[in-house]
């Protein structure tokens, strides 16, 4: 490629600038595409659609909410799941004498 960038003022630049950039997303929308529709391909190959393979009946984990192991007996409504930190009624509770598989739900 022979552009001489030295050469250009600085308005020349920043529009040479903006044109690289929207050619890279066109580029870049392109090359999904491209890749989507070979994606398919392979899977109709096999007699899958692409959304059975990309589920696979595996469900996501992500922003569910894990259940409550351990209770408060002194405020039931008062639960830890055993994740993260420890609260300070089952601090209070262990220092007391209690043992942790007394407060399992």
Known sequence: M???LSS???TELLKLQEDVAGALKKAEAREKQEALKAA???AAKYGF???ELSTDG???TKGTKALPKYRNPA???QTWTGRG???QWLHDALKSGADIS???I
């Open 40 to 42: 398919e391909q392979a």
């Open 58 to 60: 595996r469900k996501s």
């Open 102 to 104: 007394d407060l399992e």
């Open 8 to 10: 250009m003022s600085r």
């Open 2 to 4: 022979g552009i001489n």
């Open 75 to 77: 405020n039931p409504e």
């Open 49 to 51: 659609s692409l959304s």
């Open 85 to 87: 930190r420890k609260p």
